[in-house]
């Protein structure tokens, strides 16, 4: 792929149907917050036709409290692609089996790094001796539930995760992860803090390509916003990927385009002009 150009430079716009969207370093600035304008603009998305989704490795009931007054007006892609809702109707649910998801848990007891971190489809699953990072866990999964041990958990689970509060995740995926496991499962970093780990073809390509089927569109009639590796494979499907500015360099053989930085508020400056194109 080329070399991005500014987002300005997109003006094949007339087309679009569906604006997936990252959380993290992506619509969210870096104190976590949200564009101050944007119940706003996912309703003139939703009055032009266009269906506005968060794209998230985020569990679905955390985005469901994010847009708890919008959700009958948008989608969410929740897991990394495991969970697909569009107005609030679930067009998908993916599940990793007990035996699997416990094999994965062994692993990273073994390995010794990292936070074991079981994402079950109404609450986060974690041990007990980790409750010392709840303030970071609770950012992104706002129902904890710890355990001494996971011995015997039976939960209905759509991703495993390792977190990293030290921030040495992407180290660790290439030395430890990303082989042992890279055949059975989707295995991706989101960010330096977090290891994924999702059923095979699970991701956020998938989820986006679920999302368009739903809302009877193609990927290559969706705009996406990403800045880090779990958003590869949905930048890859999208007719219009866009990266923000402070996503990193490896990023730019990934995407069409480049928004202002998401300090800058880049997600709302590029959907008010694609709105504004549109009228």
């Given amino acids: 792929m080329n070399e991005p150009e500014w987002y300005e430079c997109d003006n094949d716009l007339a087309g679009i149907r569906v604006v997936a969207t990252d959380m993290d370093c992506t619509l969210l600035a870096d104190d976590g917050t949200m564009p101050p304008d944007m119940p706003v603009l996912i309703d003139a998305l939703d009055g032009l036709g266009i269906t506005f989704c968060a794209a998230s490795g985020r569990p679905g009931y955390t985005l469901e409290d994010m847009f ?4 009958d007006r948008m989608a969410l892609i929740s897991d990394n692609g495991a969970g697909v809702v569009c107005r609030g109707k ?14 994965l848990i062994d692993f990273t007891l073994a390995d010794g790094r990292g936070c074991p971190t079981v994402c079950g489809i109404d609450a986060c ?7 010392a990072f709840d303030a970071f866990f609770r950012r992104f999964y706002r129902k904890i539930v710890y ?3 996971f011995e015997g958990l039976d939960a209905e689970v759509n991703k495993y995760t390792v977190c990293f509060p030290d921030g040495i995740a992407e180290d660790v995926y290439r030395e430890a992860y990303r082989d042992a496991w890279g055949s059975a499962f989707t295995v991706t970093n989101a960010g330096r803090e977090w290891i994924d780990l999702m059923n095979r073809g699970v991701d956020k ?3 986006l390509a679920r999302l368009c089927g739903h809302v009877g569109c193609t990927p290559a009639e969706a705009m996406v916003f990403g800045d880090t590796y779990n958003d590869i494979p949905m930048l890859r499907v999208a007719g219009h990927g866009v990266i923000v500015a402070n996503a990193e360099d490896h990023m730019r053989a990934h995407a069409r385009y480049v928004a202002p930085s998401n300090n800058d508020r880049g997600v709302a400056r590029v959907l008010e002009r694609l709105i504004d194109l549109r009228l």
């Fill in 147 to 149: 355990l001494e041990s």
């Fill in 125 to 131: 699953f974690i041990l007990e001796r980790d409750r």
């Fill in 205 to 207: 390509g998938s989820g």
């Fill in 68 to 71: 708890s007054d919008r959700l």
């Fill in 90 to 103: 679930r067009v998908y649910s993916d599940r990793i089996e007990p035996a699997r998801y416990h094999e």
